[in-house]
């Protein structure tokens, strides 16, 4: 099983509708994160987390929110989702303090509002 | 907040053949972490290579390198014997070793390999 799990993997969803990405993650990390991939606009983070009762806005955080309910697990929702919204959503861990830390990805949400 | 830049949009290479992707950063930070990540056709990202800003010596991981320039802030990768499963898109990403913690990634630059 992958170290980072999201779900769903890909999901079509309505304008209006209020949609959940869900991300757990086995690695026992502390800090998670959601980030948007877009053509041309690289990745870039909507909200971060460094531990359960720490929750921090990214640079694009505007309609969305997250729920951070447990270490292992960091969900984004979109609560009126609107077409532009259409991108590739990751979900990402790392440990805390210590070098070498790096990014362990999930295998990311292709989401499409039509 | 740091900005990653990625000039080249897209590359190509012949396979077999050296190609160079360039990585420049903004920082006023004296200790981070950069990182080179492949992103192939499946979207999972995969680390490449990493780099500690306090060593000097550039890091290679078999047929890949970097050349770190800390005063230049520019931190480029050298992909040499390129192969197929080579191509992809690459994103170079940069981490605070002090504040915040969080990454910053480039926009990223598509990688063909011609047969």
């Known amino acids: 099983d992958a170290d980072v799990t999201q779900t769903p993997r890909n999901r079509i969803t309505k304008t209006g509708k209020r949609i959940m990405l869900e991300c757990s993650q086995t690695?026992?990390?502390?800090?998670m994160y959601w980030y948007r991939q877009d053509p041309g606009l690289g990745l870039r983070l909507i909200y971060y987390?460094?531990?359960?009762?720490?929750?921090n806005k990214g640079e694009i955080s505007d309609g969305y929110s997250v729920s951070r309910q447990a270490q292992a697990k960091f969900s984004l929702s979109l609560e009126s989702a609107i077409p532009n919204q259409t991108a590739l959503y990751f979900c990402?861990?790392?440990?805390?303090?210590?070098?070498?830390?790096?990014?362990?990805f999930g295998q990311g949400t292709r989401l499409t509002v039509v | 907040a740091q900005t990653v830049t990625q000039s080249q949009p897209e590359m190509s290479v012949q396979e077999a053949e050296t190609v160079t992707l360039s990585c420049t950063y903004d920082?006023?930070?004296?200790?981070?972490?950069l990182f080179w990540y492949k992103q192939p056709p499946s979207r999972q990202m995969i680390l490449v290579i990493r780099?500690?800003?306090?060593?000097?010596q550039n890091a290679t991981e078999n047929r890949f390198s970097v050349n770190f320039q800390k005063a230049a802030k520019s931190f480029s990768l050298k992909i040499s014997d390129s192969q197929l499963g080579d191509a992809a898109m690459y994103f170079c990403?940069?981490?605070?070793?002090?504040?915040?913690?969080?990454?910053?990634f480039g926009t990223g630059t598509s990688l063909t390999v011609i047969p």
């Open positions: 780099q500690e800003a306090y060593k000097q």
């Open positions: 987390s460094f531990d359960v009762k720490d929750i």
């Open positions: 990403a940069y981490r605070s070793a002090v504040s915040g913690n969080q990454f910053y």
């Open positions: 690695k026992g990390h502390d800090r």
């Open positions: 990402a861990t790392s440990a805390g303090d210590g070098r070498n830390t790096e990014a362990f």
């Open positions: 920082t006023s930070e004296s200790d981070y972490y």
